[in-house]
């Protein structure tokens, strides 16, 4: 009889019907998951990410020119009860966090005002089609750069 008072006061405390905020949900980007790629100017970038599992999505980037590694980022996508937050991990470094700001759609935005550069990514899918956009400051100036992956 006990459990079933227990079970009473946690179903009270925890209403199935409660609302959540749309972005404290990793399920807002589970579309990131997959295997992308494009080239670049001579530069071959791969994004690799994990399902949308135990409230984390985890990925990983690298870049190829001339068939050596030039630059490489572990990457992960974490859900709290508050946030979803994107931590990058440019060579290892350790991770940078990008509050997870607007979804729309397949639409994500992260933002980061106190990083160097950039404050801003941008992940945007369509279909087979992934756009990556970063924005910032960097040294006093406005800098941006994009991708466009395909599904691998």
Known sequence: MRWLWLLALAAACHPAGSPSSNLTRIEEVAWLEGDWGGDEKEIWTEEHWSSARGATMLG????????KTVFFE??????????????????????????????????????????????????????????????????????SHDWTWHRL
């Open 60 to 67: 990983t980037n690298r870049s190829i020119r001339d068939d």
């Open 74 to 143: 572990f990457l992960q996508i974490e859900a709290s009860t508050t946030d979803v937050v994107y931590w990058a991990a440019p060579r290892g470094q350790s991770p940078t966090p990008f509050r997870l700001v607007k979804v729309e759609g397949q639409r994500a935005s992260f933002y980061n005002p106190n990083h160097d550069y950039p404050q801003w990514i941008i992940y945007e899918r369509a279909g087979s089609v992934l756009k990556v956009h970063i924005e910032g400051i960097e040294n006093g100036r406005a800098n």
